[in-house]
């Protein structure tokens, strides 16, 4: 090889790594383009002469650009609800207008490709960044199938879609794992739990309705007639000596002459934590807890009301006993 093909070959050299830098410097700059595709850059070596197998000399360089259209790229996130991304391989059909008449553009019919998905709509028309047109099958809305296999301009109507009844709702709640109330107290376990106790009676505004019996090879019984009727004065009974009645714990002082209504009100009126009542028919005092879970202890003599007047057997009454 003489000086001038040397050199030649040099400059050659130098041609091919400025034709790779052209393509490095338009790929960063492209960076940011939308579906845009790097161009790499391969190079040739020519050999200078014909000659032996394992005896050709180098000669100059070729530089020649490798497009990467089919290598996918990164899918980003839009707030365009009409931007799309192929993710894989493949393409977007689109069509370029010939023309405009009157807002309407027109078409020569020619399908083109591309993978730049940042379509918006524009007069009922789906158009990318670079002014093409959307294309694609129809589908059938009943069965879901394409219609054909021939793309076709998309456009739509700008109307508002007509409403459809919905069918089902997803919904999610958190429930905090302590779930205070106003009855939590920190020092008793189990304070924020719900009290059965607290839900016997019938938690619906309404009147409680009868009970139902369902079943066979059973008689109901007939109610029971009531064997007492009428109303009985409370202040027909005194108590014969005074003395203390202890309930639950807590001595309660009975004078003499009280009448079992004023009985009741003492034992109602006490810390016992019992409410008493007089029975509007026998006239006995009955004793009833707050809720049900409470207990009942009464102690001490037994206390005798009995009729004002004479004294006689038929006027010792009932002694008063717990509800």
Not at 206 to 220: D, F, H, M, S
């Amino acid at each position: 090889m003489g000086i001038f093909d040397a050199l030649n070959t040099a400059v050659t050299g130098l041609s091919a790594q400025s034709f790779a830098l052209q393509n490095i410097s338009g790929n960063i700059a492209n960076s940011q383009t939308t579906a845009f595709k790097g161009t790499n850059t391969e190079f040739e070596n020519l050999l200078s002469q014909q000659a032996a197998p394992g005896h050709e000399t180098s000669g100059s360089v070729l530089a020649s650009s490798a497009s990467t259209i089919t290598v996918q790229g990164d899918i980003q996130a839009t707030a365009v609800g009409t931007n799309m991304a192929v993710n894989g391989d493949g393409f977007f059909v689109v069509e370029r207008p010939t023309g405009f008449t009157g807002g309407i553009p027109s078409f020569n019919g020619v399908n083109l490709y591309t993978r730049r998905g940042d379509f918006q709509v524009q007069d009922g028309f789906l158009v990318n960044g670079s002014g093409y047109y959307l294309m694609g099958v129809p589908i059938d809305p009943k069965t879901g199938n394409p219609v054909g296999s021939v793309p076709q301009l998309l456009q739509f109507q700008n109307n508002f879609l007509p409403a459809a009844a919905t069918s089902q709702v997803n919904y999610g709640a958190n429930l905090p794992t302590d779930p205070t109330t106003t009855n939590t107290n920190a020092n008793v376990a189990n304070s924020d739990l719900i009290n059965p106790i607290d839900f016997i009676s019938n938690p619906l505004n309404v009147n409680a309705q009868p009970a139902k019996l369902i079943g066979t090879g059973a008689a109901i019984s007939a109610d029971v007639p009531a064997s007492v009727t009428g109303n009985v004065n409370a202040n027909a009974y005194t108590v014969a000596s005074a003395g203390n009645i202890l309930i639950n714990g807590v001595t309660i002082p009975v004078p003499a002459a009280d009448t079992a209504a004023q009985v009741a009100a003492l034992i109602s009126g006490s810390a016992a934590g019992v409410n008493a009542s007089v029975n509007g028919v026998s006239g006995f005092v009955t004793l009833t807890g707050q809720d049900a879970g409470t207990t009942i202890d009464v102690t001490g003599p037994e206390w005798h009301i009995i009729r004002a007047g004479a004294i006689s057997a038929q006027d010792i009454d009932e002694c008063l006993k717990s509800g």
